[in-house]
């Protein structure tokens, strides 16, 4: 069964601080992507990663994928109260079906 | 385009009762899905859909049943509703072909209680 552990659960920040969000699995996926979440909404895309060692970014987002394809990170540079979220990893494994879901980091930016 | 749109937004049911969560997409995407969310967890999958008339299982089938007759509509029954139940129910669309890696749109979803 694959799974992907999602640390930390929880973060509250201040304004302007960065922090690294961290996605993990034993398992290899062919893709991975990053949801965001905010209150009373469904998730939202943010990036999908395809290659080992592959880096995007999205404004003060950076998004990587592990060289191996087991991991993923996002790290958010001078976090603003409009960062505020949960933010859900998702790897595309075995099934074309169906995508591997991350319980979720729970973000709160502090003004 | 209006994406995944979802009814109700929100339901109270009493135990024992039933009924149908409305999903509609205007994608063209053959892939569908209904997820469950409880307060600050991931999202769990009920059932999906690859295409009309096509469905199956996912992590937490129990109590609920889906039928695909168009490419559009993906609806959602609940019977003999549980408190066991009371959770945010959300449907979303793919099309993982070709270069596409089956990133999902999600619908807004619908609050269940269920006293």
């Known amino acids: 069964t694959q799974l992907l552990e999602q640390s930390p659960q929880f973060l509250s920040i201040q304004e302007g601080e960065n922090l690294t969000v961290y996605c993990n699995s034993s398992?290899?996926?062919?893709?991975l992507q990053w949801y965001r979440q905010e209150p009373g909404e469904g998730p939202v895309l943010l990036v999908t990663v395809v290659t080992g060692g592959e880096v995007k970014k999205l404004k003060r987002l950076t998004f990587q994928f592990g060289d191996a394809r087991k991991d993923s990170s996002l790290h958010i540079t001078a976090a603003q109260p409009g960062d505020t979220g949960l933010y859900l990893c998702?790897?595309?494994?075995?099934?074309?079906?169906?995508?591997?879901w991350g319980a979720g980091t729970k973000l709160i930016i502090k003004p | 385009n209006a994406g995944v749109t979802q009814t109700p937004k929100f339901r109270i049911l009493k135990i024992g009762q039933s009924m149908t969560l409305q999903c509609t997409q205007d994608m063209n995407h053959n892939y569908m899905y209904w997820y469950r969310q409880d307060p600050g967890m991931g999202l769990k999958l009920i059932y999906y859909s690859v295409g009309a008339g096509i469905t199956d299982k996912g992590e937490v089938p129990n109590g609920y049943n889906v039928s695909r007759s168009t490419t559009e509509d993906f609806p959602l029954r609940l019977e003999l509703a549980a408190p066991s139940q009371t959770s945010v129910y959300f449907c979303a669309s793919s099309s993982p072909l070709g270069y596409s890696y089956n990133e999902q749109f999600f619908g807004p979803g619908t609050r269940l209680t269920v006293l």
């Open positions: 998702a790897g595309a494994g075995d099934s074309n079906y169906q995508l591997i």
């Open positions: 398992s290899v996926f062919s893709s």
